[in-house]
């Protein structure tokens, strides 16, 4: 049942993302529509190189911030939980780099490939690190 309902709310992504993009410059707002999520100081910029250089500053911070919340954790935890905590992100970061991959794909030899690639990273990993830092509360 559960692999049913998987597959259903994937279909439906599918029809709307194909929704999205069939209409006049549809891709393109969709991409950029991936792109809004970065931070406010990503905002000023107007080019698709100044904006992923911020985006990429912005991933490399949230990248440091998830290796000092995991590293944190992991000391709070037993080896029990270091084994779970340590399988876990494994897969994560696997899930991450392969949902980025999928959704850059929207502008599959486009030079918003690449944003939309590092904004989606960014997102991720910081939603990651908020999920990481609700593990370290008592």
Same mark, same amino acid.
């Given at each position: !049942? ?10 439906? $992504? ?23 999520? *970065?931070? @406010? *100081? +990503?905002? *000023?910029?107007? #080019?698709?190189?100044?904006?992923? /250089? +911020?985006? /990429? ?9 998830? %290796? *000092?919340?995991? @590293? =944190?954790? !992991? &000391? &709070?935890? %037993?080896?029990? $939980?270091? =084994? &779970?905590?340590? @399988? ?8 991450? =780099?392969? %949902?980025?991959?999928?959704?850059? %794909? ?12 590092? #904004?989606? !990273?960014?997102?991720?990993?910081? #939603?990651?690190v908020a999920e990481l830092k609700k593990s370290l509360?008592?």
């Open positions: !049942m559960r692999g049913r309902r998987h597959v259903r709310w994937a279909l439906i $992504g599918v029809l709307l993302l194909f929704a999205v993009i069939s209409t006049p410059s549809g891709l393109q707002n969709y991409a950029l529509a991936q792109v809004k999520h *970065s931070t @406010a *100081s +990503c905002d *000023s910029e107007t #080019t698709t190189a100044a904006m992923r /250089n +911020c985006e /990429n500053l912005r991933y490399q911070q949230a990248e440091k911030a998830l %290796d *000092s919340t995991y @590293a =944190e954790l !992991m &000391k &709070k935890l %037993d080896e029990t $939980g270091r =084994e &779970k905590l340590r @399988a876990a992100e494994k897969v994560w970061l696997q899930y991450r =780099e392969a %949902d980025a991959t999928f959704q850059a %794909d929207t502008a599959r030899g486009g030079t918003l490939a690449p944003l939309i690639r590092i #904004t989606v !990273m960014s997102d991720m990993t910081e #939603t990651r509360q008592p």
